[in-house]
T-cell receptor, first 114, second 114 residues
Framework: GNSVTQMEGPVTLSEEAFLTINCTYT??????LFWYVQYPGEGLQLLLK?????DKGSNKGFEATYRKETTSFHLEKGSVQVSDSAVYFC?????????????FGKGTRLHILP | SAVISQKPSRDICQRGTSLTIQCQVD?????MFWYRQQPGQSLTLIAT?????????ESGFVIDKFPISRPNLTFSTLTVSNMSPEDSSIYLC???????????FGPGTRLTVT
């Protein structure tokens, strides 16, 4: 079945550090891949997405590239800010199933220290 | 995109009672989804709600415990019935579907059962 595995947190970094949060997936069809972010006390927001192999999603300085050969969608940011502190969820939606369900990873909590 | 609101934002309820959570979307969406997020955990899909048909429940969730209504394309309700402390969680609704493979999330309802 479809699944998403992402690195365990919490991840603690200093401001302006480089960020990578690893995400790998298993899918039977042709998934779209997403990163969602959840700020403290809020619901989930779509951060970026990629719908086919080699696509790069980007938003707010974050990037992730859909790597079919390694079944990965790692999230990166070159210089993090304190305001990036949140929980990040990697997710997939399998277009082949056409049921529009999203499967989420367990989430990675990110703490950025000033 | 779509903006989703939920009511109530939080509630404290007594064991054995029921709570109905409302989810309103500012535009028509094909599908609405209800999730549960326990503290520090990822999202677990409870059910998918389409207009004019019964909701489709995931394994481990039943209609008697979590009845759902979807009277139109912009509104849905989830009832948590005969509550116990184990039902304490954040309940999130989302809207999407129709081939876009994206979902837009509400801010969540934080439920505490005493």
């Amino acid at each position: 079945g479809n699944s998403v595995t992402q690195m365990e947190g919490p991840v603690t970094l200093s401001e302006e550090a480089f960020l990578t949060i690893n995400c790998t997936y298993t899918a039977t069809g042709y998934p779209s891949l997403f990163w969602y972010v959840q700020y403290p006390g809020e619901g989930l927001q779509l951060l970026l997405k990629a719908t086919k192999a080699d696509d790069k999603g980007s938003n707010k300085g974050f990037e992730a590239t859909y790597r079919k050969e390694t079944t990965s969608f790692h999230l990166e940011k070159g210089s993090v800010q304190v305001s990036d502190s949140a929980v990040y969820f990697c997710a997939l939606s399998d277009q082949g199933n056409r049921d529009d369900k999203i499967i989420f990873g367990k989430g990675t909590r990110l703490h950025i220290l000033p | 995109s779509a903006v989703i609101s939920q009511k109530p934002s939080r509630d404290i309820c007594q064991r054995g009672t029921s709570l109905t959570i409302q989810c309103q979307v500012d535009s028509q969406v094909t599908m609405m989804f209800w999730y549960r997020q326990q503290p520090g955990q990822s999202l677990t899909l409870i059910a998918t709600a389409n207009q004019g048909s019964e909701a489709t429940y995931e394994s481990g969730f039943v209609i008697d415990k979590f009845p759902i209504s979807r009277p139109n394309l912009t509104f849905s309700t989830l009832t948590v019935s005969n509550m116990s402390p184990e039902d304490s969680s954040i309940y999130l609704c989302s809207g999407g579907g129709g081939g876009s493979y994206e979902q837009y999330f509400g801010p969540g309802t934080r439920l505490t059962v005493t």
